[in-house]
């Protein structure tokens, strides 16, 4: 078991295809870096220099204009979050208000691949979230115990190469669904690989008891990317609401 956010903070890379606003962009990494937030800067014209400089990147903002083929190219890199430089100035202020409140819960990735991983830890991380991975059931069952605020789980199981008897989908759904008896808050999301396997199978196991959708990791990468908006935009607006009060 592995705790990803005490080993990767969350890092912006601001991106310049030019030094028109090299300045400006060096006082957003200073005030950046006064969070638990790492932020750098690449000022090139080369495409291919910046995606190598995003690699460990949660999120990159650019000064040109965020078009659809960059963020697609970022995306297939394994970035998930871009933003142009009016949005990320438009979210900030969220992104700097939750490191001052700490961590808003614990989001568990469970027997995810290596690439759906990184890039959910890595969405999760910049909203402020403890990220824990687990590739075993007595992981998982540890993990459950400190009431998590959701769960991730490939139902695939693509990294377990030697599975024991307990490491299948079956027990892990029996887990979760215990889980989500003690904590109805708790919420749960099942990636599924749809070119694999039957799904007349996967509709008729216990997947129905923890969550009502099956999602492809294009799918569910999406969802998480808006759940994670949607529950940091309903905690600063109840933190707003608790300060006036």
Same mark, same amino acid.
């Given at each position: 078991m592995s705790v990803l956010s005490q080993l990767q903070p969350a890092r912006i890379l601001f991106y310049l295809p030019d030094e028109k606003? *090299?300045?400006?962009a %060096? @006082?957003?990494v200073n005030e950046v870096n006064q969070t638990d937030i790492q932020a750098d800067i690449v000022y090139t014209d080369s495409e291919a220099l910046m995606l190598e400089k995003?690699?460990?990147? @949660?999120?990159?903002?650019?000064?040109? @204009?965020a078009t659809g083929r960059l963020g697609t190219l970022l995306y297939h890199t394994g970035i998930p979050f871009h933003l142009s430089l009016p949005e990320f100035q438009m979210y900030w202020p969220s992104f700097f208000q939750k490191n001052q409140k700490g961590t808003p819960g614990t989001i568990i990735l469970a027997y995810l691949s290596n690439h759906v991983e990184r890039i959910s830890a890595s969405m999760a991380q910049l909203y402020g979230y403890e990220?824990?991975?687990?590739?075993?059931i007595q992981d998982l069952q540890k993990v459950l115990k400190g009431?998590?605020?959701? *769960?991730?789980?490939?139902? /695939?199981?693509?990294?377990?190469? %030697?599975?024991?008897?307990? /490491?299948n989908r079956e027990t892990v759904f029996r887990h979760l669904k215990s889980a989500r008896r003690q904590n109805p808050r708790f919420s749960v999301s099942v990636i599924k690989d749809f070119d694999q396997g039957s799904l007349f199978e996967d509709l008729g196991s216990s997947v129905k008891d923890v969550t009502p959708a099956l999602l492809s990791p294009e799918?569910?990468?999406? &969802? &998480?990317?808006? *759940?994670? &908006? /949607?529950y940091n935009y309903e905690r600063i607006t109840r933190q707003m609401n608790e300060s006036i009060a």
């Open positions: 606003n *090299l300045k400006f %060096h @006082s957003l995003a690699t460990e990147s @949660s999120l990159v903002v650019s000064f040109g @204009s990220v824990i991975t687990v590739h075993s009431m998590p605020s959701h *769960l991730v789980f490939d139902q /695939d199981m693509p990294n377990i190469k %030697h599975k024991t008897s307990q /490491d799918e569910f990468l999406t &969802f &998480f990317r808006s *759940l994670l &908006f /949607d």
